[in-house]
């Protein structure tokens, strides 16, 4: 179980910046960046997985070199808000595999969903067939991605 006292102090920090512009590095590489030696690079590292701090490393993929060059943000309201009801919501829309991210927000709508499909007729297919019969879906508004300017996973630390 992950310790909510503890807090990532500069050189963590560090480290999580470099791991975060290249997890490839390795911990002499990170060492040799930072002026330490490889075992604290290697202790910390370990910690902050532990504490759920580095929650996983994974390949980022260039969505128009696998075919779904198409992201569209869809605001999606539901019918009740009981919390029994947003979570199996909650629970059905993380399984589609279309949707890349799930947020739960406040105002005019309750989820942002990013749809990353391959074009309008997988988009259609998507929310006909997949949002639509998902229950307590209220209303989907779709904006459609017309150029990415930044892309990143990156916290700002």
Not at 66 to 89: D, T
Not at 109 to 130: C, G, P, S, T, W
């Amino acid at each position: 179980m992950p310790d909510t006292a503890y807090q990532p102090d500069a050189t963590d920090l560090a480290i999580l910046r470099l791991l975060q512009e290249d997890a490839f590095l390795t911990h002499k590489e990170l060492a040799a960046k930072l002026g330490l030696t490889t075992t604290p690079v290697y202790e910390r590292i370990r910690r902050m997985e532990r504490e759920g701090i580095i929650k996983s490393y994974v390949a980022l993929v260039d969505r128009a070199r696998v075919n779904k060059p198409l992201v569209v943000m869809c605001a999606v309201s539901l019918k009740e808000h009981a919390q029994r009801r947003l979570q199996q919501f909650e629970q059905s829309v993380c399984a589609l595999p279309e949707v890349t991210e799930v947020l739960h927000i406040a105002g005019g709508f309750d989820y942002l969903l990013k749809v990353v499909v391959r074009d309008m007729a997988e988009y259609q297919h998507f929310i006909v067939n997949k949002l639509a019969g998902l229950d307590n879906v209220g209303t989907a508004q779709s904006s459609f991605v017309l150029t990415e300017l930044k892309q990143s996973t990156a916290v700002p630390l």
